[in-house]
C-alpha cells in the first residue's frame, strides 16, 4: 500500500485547512486510516481515525474542530480542520492499518500562524 499525503501549508490562526489522503496498492485490505502529527520536540500522537465501517474517532485536543471523511469505499480520506490552532502547528502523518501491518504516508507540515 502507498499512501500519498497532500494539502499542507500555512494557515493563520482560526483559519481551515484539509488534507488528503490517497491510498493505493492493496486498499482492499485497509480496515482504517487516519492521521497522526507530529510537532517540533513532541513525540507523534494521534489526530483521527476512520473505520473500513465508517466510524470515525478523534483525539481529545481536536475538541470537534476537524472532521475525518471518505469519498467512497476506503479512498481517499481527507481530514478537515477548522479553527486551527497555534499548537496544531506539526507535520501530519496519514496512515493505514491493514491486518498484517501499518503503513505510512510521507507528512505534509500544516503552519498555523498568530
Known amino acids: 500500500v502507498q499512501l500519498q499525503a497532500s494539502g499542507g501549508g500555512l494557515v493563520q490562526v482560526g483559519g481551515s485547512l484539509r488534507l488528503s489522503c490517497a491510498a493505493s496498492?492493496?486498499?482492499?485490505?485497509?480496515?482504517?486510516m487516519g492521521w497522526y502529527r507530529q510537532a517540533p520536540g513532541k513525540q507523534r500522537e494521534l489526530v483521527a481515525s476512520?473505520?473500513?465501517?465508517?466510524?470515525?474517532n478523534y483525539a481529545d485536543f481536536v475538541e470537534g474542530r476537524f472532521t475525518i471523511s471518505r469519498d467512497n469505499a476506503k479512498n481517499p480520506v481527507y481530514l478537515q480542520m477548522n479553527s486551527l490552532k497555534s499548537e496544531d502547528t506539526a507535520v501530519y502523518y496519514c496512515?493505514?492499518?491493514?491486518?498484517?501491518?501499518?503503513?505510512w504516508g510521507q507528512g505534509t507540515l500544516v503552519t498555523v500562524s498568530s
Open positions: 496512515y493505514a492499518d491493514l491486518l498484517s501491518r501499518q503503513y
Open positions: 476512520i473505520s473500513s465501517g465508517g466510524r470515525a
Open positions: 496498492g492493496s486498499i482492499f485490505s485497509i480496515v482504517a
